[in-house]
């Protein structure tokens, strides 16, 4: 079945550093990549959209500046945290989308503590 | 945008009992509606979905019944186990694969054993 492995899988940064999230379908080109968070005890909120080759399309209310993604090839996608701050301490999960044969598949997440 | 509702925020049954989740959504154009289980600190895993041709779906204790003109859907599971606790998120797309998800608030749902 369609992989999508995340990377890493939990990180402690200080505040103000930059942490970059990776994420990479393993046997499937991912046209498009979704970005999620989720807070304790909440739901999957969508951050931003990203589709090979161009620029992202981000959520009412996400910061564009501060939450770097990039897509650059049909099985990478990056998203950047930049100067972190303890209140985007969060659960970031990564879901490729294969079109209309792999659907929607999940990377594992990345539990981001800022401190 | 799509606005999916879900209740109840918790439910606890006893083992063995049923529990049924709900669902209502907001755009007439979703199509596609995922159930998915999440246990803590992992990926949300797909245990059932329906598309708007089908009234219902059902995968041995798991089954999905859609109302297109209502705009609900629910999950039944039958039979519960204690390993059925878990959150259980509903979700609607209107394009699967190619547009977003957008998901529900979420069911804690506790088996009592």
């Known amino acids: 079945g369609a992989v999508v492995s995340q990377h890493p899988s939990r990180v402690i940064c200080k505040s103000g550093t930059s942490v970059k999230i990776e994420c990479r379908s393993l046997d499937f080109q991912a046209t498009t990549m979704f970005w999620y968070r989720q807070f304790p005890k909440q739901s999957l909120m969508l951050m931003a959209t990203?589709?090979?080759?161009?620029?992202?399309?981000?959520e009412q209310g996400v910061e564009k500046d501060k939450f770097l993604i990039n897509h650059a090839s049909l099985t990478l996608s990056t998203l950047t945290v930049t100067s972190a701050h303890p209140e985007d301490s969060s659960f970031y999960i990564c879901s490729a989308s294969g079109g209309l044969i792999y659907g929607y598949t999940f990377g594992s997440g990345t539990r981001l503590t800022v401190v | 945008g799509e606005n999916v509702e879900q209740h109840p925020s918790t439910l606890s049954v006893q083992e063995g009992d049923s529990a049924v989740i709900k669902c209502t959504y907001s755009?007439?154009?979703?199509?596609?509606f995922p159930w998915y289980k999440q246990e803590l600190g992992k990926r949300p895993q797909l245990i059932i979905d329906?598309?708007?041709?089908?009234g219902e779906k059902k995968d041995q204790r798991i089954a999905v019944t859609l109302n297109k003109t209502a705009k609900h859907f629910s999950l039944h599971i039958t039979e519960t186990q204690p390993e059925d606790s878990a959150v259980y998120f509903c979700?609607?797309?209107?394009?699967?694969?190619?547009?977003?998800?957008?998901f529900g608030t979420g069911t804690r749902l506790t088996i009592i054993p």
């Open positions: 990203s589709n090979e080759g161009s620029k992202a399309t981000y």
């Open positions: 979700a609607a797309s209107s394009l699967f694969g190619n547009e977003k998800l957008t």
């Open positions: 755009d007439s154009a979703s199509n596609y």
């Open positions: 329906i598309r708007s041709n089908v």
